[in-house]
C-alpha cells in the first residue's frame, strides 16, 4: 500500500467510527481498532475546543491502559450551532429536532484529536473547526433520510459523505473534518510527533 510516513510502532484506532477508520486507510496507515469505554458525554455552556481535545485525551488514555508499546489516536467530533453542542442523537426523535434545528442555518463541526505514544507516555493534542450551511430542508427529507441512514452513530446526525450531501449549501475549510478526521492536520502533527519521539 502506497503511503506518506511509516509508523515504527503498531497503530491503534480508539475509536469504532468506520468513517475515521476509512479516512486513516485513505493515506495508507495500517491500525488496528480497539473501541473505547469512554462515555461521550455532551455538556453545554463549555468551551467546544476544550470539549473535543480532553475527550480524545481520554479515548487515547483509555486505549493505552491495554497497550505496551504502541501509537494510539483518540478522536471526538461534534457539531455547535448557536453555541449548543450536538453530539450523537440517543434516538430517531433527537435526530429528528437535530436536523430541523440544523435547517437553513450554518454550524460548526469541531474535530480534536490525541496521539499518545507508549510506553513513553508523550502526547500531543489538536482540533479543527470547519463550517457547514444547510439549505433548508423539508420534514419529509429529514424523515427520510433518519430513516434511510440510520445517523444514530453521527454527532449532529448527519454523515456528509453520505446522503446528506444533498443537505449542504456551502462549506468553509477541511471536509475531511466533518467527516471525523482533519487528514491535513493530522498527517502534519503525526509526522511532527514521530520525529520527536
Not at 483509555?62 to 494510539?72: G, H, R, S
Request: overall charge neutral; charged content about 25%; aromatic content about 8%.
Amino acid at each position: 500500500m502506497k503511503r506518506f510516513i511509516e509508523i515504527p510502532r503498531p497503530l491503534i484506532l480508539a475509536s469504532r467510527s468506520p468513517r475515521r477508520a476509512n479516512l486513516l486507510r485513505q493515506i495508507g496507515l495500517e491500525f488496528e481498532t480497539r473501541e473505547s469505554t469512554v462515555l461521550e458525554p455532551t455538556a453545554q455552556n463549555v468551551d467546544p475546543i476544550h470539549h473535543v481535545i480532553e475527550l480524545s485525551q481520554r479515548k487515547a488514555t483509555n486505549a493505552a491502559l491495554q497497550t505496551a508499546e504502541e501509537l494510539i489516536i483518540g478522536a471526538d467530533t461534534i457539531v455547535v450551532v448557536d453555541e449548543k453542542i450536538l453530539g450523537k442523537p440517543r434516538n430517531r426523535d433527537e435526530a429528528y429536532q437535530m436536523l430541523q434545528l440544523l435547517s437553513g442555518r450554518e454550524h460548526f463541526v469541531y474535530t480534536g484529536f490525541t496521539l499518545l505514544a507508549q510506553p513513553e507516555g508523550k502526547s500531543i493534542s489538536d482540533f479543527e473547526k470547519t463550517s457547514v450551511r444547510f439549505r433548508r430542508l423539508e420534514s419529509w427529507e429529514i424523515e427520510q433520510y433518519i430513516s434511510l441512514e440510520q445517523p444514530l452513530d453521527k454527532a449532529g446526525s448527519y454523515g456528509i459523505q453520505g446522503l446528506s450531501a444533498v443537505f449542504v449549501e456551502s462549506i468553509c475549510g477541511c471536509y475531511y473534518n466533518v467527516v471525523g478526521l482533519p487528514l491535513t492536520k493530522f498527517y502534519l502533527v503525526l509526522r511532527k510527533f514521530l520525529s520527536e519521539l
